[in-house]
């Protein structure tokens, strides 16, 4: 009876673990979502990972930046991320950005903020149009 238990409370986790255990995204559309994040986001950018350090509980990743949308003009980037909708860096990667300002006056982003490898990319780069002109280091 005590493996059946067991047994029956091990399922029950494994069934439910995409809702506890995964990051939850408010469901909307791509057009919506990048509609809204045109006006909620600091920047936008596409950019290359030189470096991604630990720090205060999430992660700080520095971009070379290649194309940009909105914010400063400048030719770098650190983004701040953490929890359970952190998004992933890998150094050498390129990556579309959406980042917003937190408290701290930090660009932070998240996977709900459609910050995702460029290859993954291509229908946002569609809506978000041509990129405008800036300075390249």
């Known amino acids: ?15 439910n673990a995409n809702e506890s255990l ?3 995204c408010k469901p909307e559309s791509t057009g919506h979502a990048i509609k ?16 991604v350090r630990k720090e205060k509980g999430g992660y ?8 940009s949308w909105k914010g400063d003009r400048v030719s770098e980037f650190d983004v701040y991320t953490e929890g359970d909708c952190a998004a992933w860096f890998v150094t050498g990667r390129i990556y579309l950005v959406y980042a917003a ?7 932070e982003t998240d996977v709900c903020m459609r910050t995702r490898l ?6 946002d780069l569609k809506r978000l149009g041509k990129p405008r002109d800036f300075p390249q280091p």
């Open 36 to 51: 809204r994040l045109r006006k909620e986001a600091k920047v936008i950018f596409v950019g290359k990972v030189r470096n």
């Open 118 to 123: 460029l290859v993954y990319a291509m229908e």
């Open 22 to 24: 995964a990051c939850l």
């Open 60 to 67: 700080i990743a520095t971009f070379d930046i290649e194309k």
């Open 101 to 107: 300002q937190n408290d701290k006056h930090n660009l």
């Open 1 to 15: 009876m005590r493996v059946l238990m067991i047994v029956v409370c091990v399922c029950f986790i494994l069934l």
